[in-house]
């Protein structure tokens, strides 16, 4: 087996480039990366060299050009109660960060939460979407292609399920603009987030089109799907999972674990993340959703770029009788508990926390649960966030914890 130091030296030369280490055993082409790039750039790199995951799955799975690690403190949150329609008892919730403060802010929530006697969430929707764009050479040719699409179905769905066998097709919807028709695919995924099964699914379909009318294949993603980008469809749509979840405090619990009133909450709620979110444009009508949402799929092994979809959110909030009900409702929440980063020690254990590592009985049934965990997780994160700043206590809480 060569050494390091001689693959380094051959990266020096040019006699072999980055990826061309790959016939070399994953952990020494790593170590020969590492001593390349130190003396190339003048970093020390030992730390990144530091790690407990398999070099080699990793090579095959997850990343190319493989140096080692970037290591994210991992903190845990909870417990609290969850009657979901997939999770159902008290979770601790992993979240890996480098922001101070998050971790104890959720945690906070939480606490209140499970004060509440915990709380409840439901996945309304699922489906994982991948959108073709064809070329036609005008509308009377869009409309054929829309006709056969409708009038083949079941064709199309024989087509895509022939490539899986986990994946149902649910759906195909037609968009047509000018001399472009885009076919929004949405797939049952079950317990994997879905987006490579539905990709080849979808190629399979497509195929069938191209064969069957005149429309010509310009690109498997058309962008309609929406892809790790800020997309109104997805909000309206859905995307991967679509789950709320909801509490209702009492005012005795507001006011002795959050430090405000309901109305307080009820008013920074509607000033900030409705009417703000609405002025500013966004597409995503919450706090900082997003921080419960990244941290928890960089400690599961979810596609930390699909953080994008995962803010899209709303939260709202009203003060009743009994108390303050609030409630997050997440658009499209991709994630999965079986391939990809799942399969990587640090991202399996925090799954195996939450009990939901690899496929769930039924299928599909542990993805949908932490869907609704993260979704608890994320209306903890709103509820502490919105408490802080209602009681104006966010800059002494980063002053102290944020460092």
């Not at 730390?47 to 690690?69: K, L, P, R």
């Not at 609290?80 to 979240?95: C, K, S, T």
């Amino acid at each position: 087996m060569t050494d390091p130091a001689t693959l380094a030296d051959q990266l020096r030369t040019g006699e072999r480039r980055l990826h061309e280490l790959d016939d070399a055993d994953a952990e020494t082409a790593a170590e020969a990366r590492r001593q390349f790039l130190a003396a190339e750039t003048g970093a020390d790199l030992d730390a990144i060299g530091d790690f407990t995951f398999d070099a080699g799955q990793a090579t095959d799975a997850n990343v190319e050009n493989f140096v080692g690690s970037a290591q994210v403190p991992m903190g845990v949150a909870g417990p609290v109660a969850i009657d979901g329609g997939a999770a159902d008892g008290e979770y601790f919730l992993p979240m890996a960060t480098t922001e101070g403060a998050l971790v104890a802010s959720v945690n906070r929530g939480l606490s209140a939460i499970d004060d509440a006697g915990g709380a409840t969430a439901r996945v309304t929707d699922s489906g994982m979407t991948r959108a073709p764009v064809f070329r036609v050479a005008g509308v009377a040719e869009a409309e054929t292609v829309v006709e056969w699409v409708d009038d083949h179905a079941e064709q199309l769905r024989e087509a895509a399920e022939s490539t899986t066998s986990h994946g149902e097709l649910l759906a195909v919807e037609p968009y047509v603009v000018g001399d472009n028709v885009y076919l929004r695919f949405a797939y049952d995924t079950k317990d994997a987030m879905g987006m490579n099964m539905a990709t080849i699914a979808t190629r399979e379909a497509a195929d069938l089109v191209e064969a069957e009318t005149p429309a010509e294949l310009v690109a498997i993603s058309g962008n309609l799907c929406n892809d790790k980008k800020p997309a109104a469809i997805n909000a309206v749509e859905g995307r991967g999972r679509t789950v709320t979840a909801d509490v209702t405090l009492s005012r005795e619990l507001v006011e002795e674990t959050l430090n405000t009133t309901p109305e307080a909450m009820v008013e920074g709620n509607t000033r900030k993340n409705l009417v703000g979110s609405a002025k500013a444009g966004s597409l995503g009508f919450n706090a900082h959703a997003a921080n419960t949402v990244a941290a928890m799929f960089l400690a599961t092994g979810q596609d930390e770029a699909q953080v994008v979809e995962g803010a899209n959110a709303i939260t709202t909030m009203d003060a009743r009788e009994d108390g303050l009900y609030a409630s997050i409702s997440l658009a499209s929440l991709e994630v999965g508990t079986v391939g990809g980063g799942t399969k990587l020690a640090t991202q399996s254990a925090g799954l195996e926390l939450l009990g939901l590592a690899g496929g769930g009985d039924p299928a599909g049934s542990n993805a949908d649960a932490l869907a609704e965990v993260i979704a608890v997780g994320a209306l903890a994160g709103e509820l502490s966030l919105i408490a802080a700043f209602c009681s104006r206590h966010l800059a002494s809480a980063h002053e102290d914890l944020g460092r």
